[in-house]
């Protein structure tokens, strides 16, 4: 059967894309100008650091937990970054990452695990990385895109969201904790 107004079923469609859309979009940088404790990636990622998280599947399932240990050697440049992963179900990862600071908002990086320049953003008390990862899986690399959302708190602690997706369909998420 078809509609007697095609018009208004495609303007509905659009609407519930719009819609679904803005309530499935992630927080930038940029929305946390302004926002109090600022937030200096580079000072905050100089020396030793730990982190716990968690790892989400699709439908929020936790598929597993994970502690990690920093240390963050600045250069004249930016930052040497080294974190490593042990993760509950036995795996351990090691990742390098070599940051430049490019202005007083803009980062640009590479892991040692990566694919091309990740891309970074501080404002207020929040940083945005954008990066993408050779993951390995039954052997071989997958690429893997990150979006990761980072807000300073007044006591220190640093909360980081992650997405991570493929072809645009989202895989997971990874909620973490930072300290000092």
């Known amino acids: 059967m078809t509609s007697m107004f095609p018009a ?3 303007l509905a469609l659009g ?14 940088a940029r929305d946390f100008a302004g926002k109090k404790p600022p937030l200096d990636p580079k000072a905050y990622f100089t020396g030793h650091l730990s982190s716990q998280g968690t ?23 930016g930052l040497l970054l080294i974190q490593d992963f042990d993760f509950q179900s036995g795996r351990k990862v090691h990742r390098v990452w070599d940051i430049r600071v ?4 803009h980062f640009e990086g590479h892991a040692s ?4 320049i990740a891309h970074g953003e501080a404002w207020g008390n929040a940083f945005e990385w954008n990066y993408t990862l050779a993951v390995p899986v039954k052997g071989h690399p997958v690429k893997v895109h990150f979006h990761q959302i980072m ?14 997706r493929k072809f645009g369909l989202r895989l997971g998420t990874v909620l973490e904790t930072f300290r000092k």
Do not use: I, M, W
């Not at 609407?15 to 930038?28: E, K, R």
């Not at 807000?151 to 991570?164: A, H, I, S, T």
């Open 15 to 28: 609407l519930c894309l719009c819609l679904t859309l803005a309530c499935c979009s992630v927080p930038h």
């Open 55 to 77: 790892v989400k599947g699709p439908g929020g399932r936790v598929q597993d937990h994970f502690t990690t240990r920093l240390h963050g050697v600045p250069n004249r440049r």
């Open 8 to 10: 208004l079923d495609r």
């Open 151 to 164: 807000e300073l708190q007044p006591d220190g602690l640093l909360y980081n969201r992650v997405q991570f």
């Open 113 to 116: 695990d990566g694919v091309g």
């Open 102 to 105: 490019v202005d007083e908002h």
